[in-house]
């Protein structure tokens, strides 16, 4: 049975968090799809510095992406991104990457470049991988045998992504970053390729009124009825 859990859900809906550490209650690895498309994004928009205004030929983007060695590596539990030997986790969470990632996201061949990443990074895990991102029980891994579809009210996520960032939290902030991720949603959303939907099989969870560790509690306990041993 292929040992992989897909949490796929919207922006700022607790994906990655609850991946991380539902990995780790499991002794599996976690995989956050977003860090390579993000990871991808940085690269492109440091060589190709006037790319939001002019097009890109999406050669070019996949040629940069082999020059540079853009990919993800295993530390520990968690695959963390890097960009020519240097690991990029933090430079990738910059507004200048949020704001560019979906257009980046939505060209097919780049997609298939990270899926084909993805897969050769899961298959070498024996012992399991939680992926998560927006397509992975739709496309990457549709034979996933546990696919979560994560949700959380708009407001909710706009706060919980000001304070993950360290920002303040006031109306104005919260109505700001959640026109923002509501923006990037609709882009993701409605792209031909891969768009964000939840798998027919997928267990749809809302955290709104949750706290991270109900919901992790909540994966862990669905993955062991899966994934017996
Ligand atoms: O963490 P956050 O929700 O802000 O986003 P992310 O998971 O880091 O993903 C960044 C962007 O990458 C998304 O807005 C999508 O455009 C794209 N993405 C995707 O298209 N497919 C995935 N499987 C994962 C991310
Ligand atoms: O990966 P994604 O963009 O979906 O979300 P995340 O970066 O994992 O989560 C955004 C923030 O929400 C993190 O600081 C989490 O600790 C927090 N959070 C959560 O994920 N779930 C809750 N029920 C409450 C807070």
């Known amino acids: 049975m292929l040992r992989v859990i897909a949490i796929d859900g ?3 809906s607790g994906k990655s968090s609850t991946g991380s550490l539902v990995a780790r209650e499991l002794g599996w690895a976690h995989l956050d799809s977003g860090a390579l498309y993000r990871a991808v ?5 440091d060589r190709f510095e006037d790319m939001p205004n002019t097009i890109v030929p999406t050669s070019q983007i996949l040629a940069l992406l082999d020059e540079l060695r853009v990919r993800l590596v295993l530390v520990g539990d968690e695959f963390r991104p890097e960009i020519a030997g240097v690991d990029v986790e933090h430079a990738i969470r910059d507004d200048r990457v949020t704001r560019h990632v979906s257009t980046i996201a939505a060209l097919p061949e ?16 024996a012992r399991g991988v939680v992926v998560d991102g927006r397509d992975i029980g739709t496309v990457v891994f549709p034979d996933a045998p546990l696919k979560i579809y994560l949700t959380a009210m708009p407001d909710e996520r706009a706060k919980r992504r000001l304070s993950q960032r360290g920002r303040t939290v006031d109306d ?5 970053e959640s026109a923002a991720l509501a923006a ?14 939840p798998a027919p099989d997928a267990v749809v969870l809302d ?11 909540q994966v862990v306990q669905l993955a062991r009825r899966v994934f017996p041993d």
């Open 110 to 125: 780049v997609r298939a470049w990270v899926n084909a990443q993805q897969r050769h990074n899961a298959g070498d895990q």
């Open 207 to 217: 955290s709104t009124t949750r706290t991270l560790a109900q919901q992790v509690a």
């Open 41 to 45: 994004t940085l690269a492109a928009l």
């Open 184 to 197: 990037r949603d609709e882009a993701d959303s409605s792209r031909p390729v891969a768009p964000l939907k």
């Open 10 to 12: 919207p922006a700022a």
């Open 172 to 176: 104005a902030e919260v109505r700001r």
